[in-house]
T-cell receptor, first 117, second 116 residues
Framework: AQSVTQLGSHVSVSEGALVLLRCNYSSSVPPYLFWYVQYPNQGLQLLLKYTTGATLVKGINGFEAEFKKSETSFHLTKPSAHMSDAAEYFCAVSAYFTMDSNYQLIWGAGTKLIIKP | GAVVSQHPSRVICKSGTSVKIECRSLDFQATTMFWYRQFPKQSLMLMATSNEGSKATYEQGVEKDKFLINHASLTLSTLTVTSAHPEDSSFYIC????????????FGPGTRLTVT
């Protein structure tokens, strides 16, 4: 079965420091990979995605992620954290389910990013 | 493009009543729509998948008679929580896909349901 693992349910960094949120996936085929951000009491916002092509993907708010097939990873980074980055971050893989003839998103458990002043 | 709306954003209802949540794709035709439930401090849990004009496919453990899903058109899906109870209180999120990129889902802003 396909799965997504996000290391660390909580990550705390100082304002201005590097942000690194880890995501590993299991997939037998080239994956479609996504990072979403969720602010308190709000819906999901797409940060960035990898579908094909360049393995380093740039997203909104200064975030980027690199698809590393050999490591089955899609870690999210930002060079300098800002207080407004405090939120929950979800990694997801889009997988095709032949029984349903549909793609479904397989979700990581989420990582809460805490920014220390 | 690819905007999905949900209505209402918040709803409070009394125990035993039913409540309907609408999910609309505003600027595209949605091949498939999905309904998720999110408990506090948890990830999204897929409840059901629906294709226009077809019966919804429910995930294991989701009561079909309690969570009625109707996907009447290519831009509208509804989730009706019947005979709601306090344990149904949750954040419900819908998403939709387009035919040309079925691997990507576009999410609505969510609906906060509180059952008193």
């Amino acid at each position: 079965a396909q799965s997504v693992t996000q290391l660390g349910s909580h990550v705390s960094v100082s304002e201005g420091a590097l942000v690194l949120l880890r995501c590993n996936y299991s997939s037998s085929v080239p994956p479609y990979l996504f990072w979403y951000v969720q602010y308190p009491n709000q819906g999901l916002q797409l940060l960035l995605k990898y579908t094909t092509g360049a393995t380093l993907v740039k997203g909104i708010n200064g975030f980027e992620a690199e698809f590393k097939k050999s490591e089955t990873s899609f870690h999210l980074t930002k060079p300098s954290a800002h207080m407004s980055d405090a939120a929950e971050y979800f990694c997801a893989v889009s997988a095709y389910f032949t029984m349903d003839s549909n793609y479904q998103l397989i979700w990581g458990a989420g990582t809460k990013l805490i920014i220390k002043p | 493009g690819a905007v999905v709306s949900q209505h209402p954003s918040r709803v409070i209802c009394k125990s035993g009543t039913s409540v309907k949540i609408e999910c609309r794709s505003l600027d595209f035709q949605a091949t498939t729509m999905f309904w998720y439930r999110q408990f506090p401090k948890q990830s999204l849990m897929l409840m059901a998948t629906s294709n226009e004009g077809s019966k919804a496919t429910y995930e294991q453990g989701v009561e079909k008679d309690k969570f009625l899903i109707n996907h009447a058109s290519l831009t509208l899906s509804t989730l009706t929580v019947t005979s709601a109870h306090p344990e149904d209180s949750s954040f419900y999120i819908c998403s939709a896909t387009r035919e040309r990129a079925r691997y990507e889902q576009y999410f609505g802003p969510g609906t906060r349901l509180t059952v008193t």
